[in-house]
Every structure is written in C-alpha cells, then in structure tokens.
Nanobody, 127 residues
Framework: QLRPVESGGGLVQPGDSLRLSCAAP????????IGWFRQAPGKEREPVAC????????YTRDYAKGRFHISRDSATDTTFLNIRDLRPEDTAVYYC????????????????????WGQGTQVTVAP
C-alpha cells in the first residue's frame, strides 16, 4: 500500500524556521488532495493546511495563517510545509495525509476515513 513519506523534522529553537517535505509519488493524479496535520502530546490530530493536486488550491486553518505555508512541486510530487517563527506550542508529530477529494478543504475538515497517512516527522521547539 502506497503511503506518503515525511521528512524535515527535528529539534529547533523558538523563532526558527523549518521546511517539512512530503514525498507522495503515488498520489500525483488530479484526484488527490495532500495535507499536513499535526498531533501534539496528549492531543488529537489536527489539520494544518491542505492543497489540491489538480489546481494548487489551498486551505489553511485560521490558527496557521501567517506562519504556515503549504506548497507543492509537481515535478517531484513533493508537498512542503514551511513554518516560520516556530513556538514551543508547535511541538508535535507532523503527518502528511492524502485523500481523493475535489477541494482542499475536504481533506482538512472532512472525515478522516480513507486518508492515506505517512509515518510522521517529529518537530520539537525548545530553547
């Protein structure tokens, strides 16, 4: 079963920037939406931002607007999440998910049923 593969996490200091990558070569057709989610210790997994493979349409949660930016390189089938001004509360495992959907918000806000998940990449923000 194909799954996205995340990379780019690590230990960073508050105020730093980071770019996470999601390699998803099996999810390159226009039917797919790719998204970033995160799960902090003791909390539920929450959506950050999602992007449509078909037209690059994006959806970003309100809390993430301004510091988180999702983008996609169609040549390499890689979806990125750029995060700036990292804060300790951004500490979480960041997951990439893929879903057949018509619009980006459907992955970010819809049911988690049918999502293909990666294994996650840990981001820790600490002095």
């Amino acid at each position: 079963q194909l799954r996205p593969v995340e990379s780019g996490g690590g230990l960073v200091q508050p105020g730093d920037s980071l770019r996470l990558s999601c390699a998803a070569p099996g999810f390159s057709s226009n039917d797919w939406v790719i998204g970033w989610f995160r799960q902090a210790p003791g909390k539920e997994r929450e959506p950050v931002a999602c992007i449509s493979v078909r037209n690059g349409e994006t959806y970003t949660r309100d809390y993430a607007k301004g510091r988180f930016h999702i983008s996609r390189d169609s040549a390499t089938d890689t979806t990125f999440l750029n995060i700036r001004d990292l804060r300790p509360e951004d500490t979480a495992v960041y997951y990439c998910g893929a879903l057949v959907a018509n619009f980006a918000f459907m992955l970010c806000l819809g049911s988690r049923s049918g999502i293909s998940w990666g294994q996650g990449t840990q981001v820790t923000v600490a002095p």
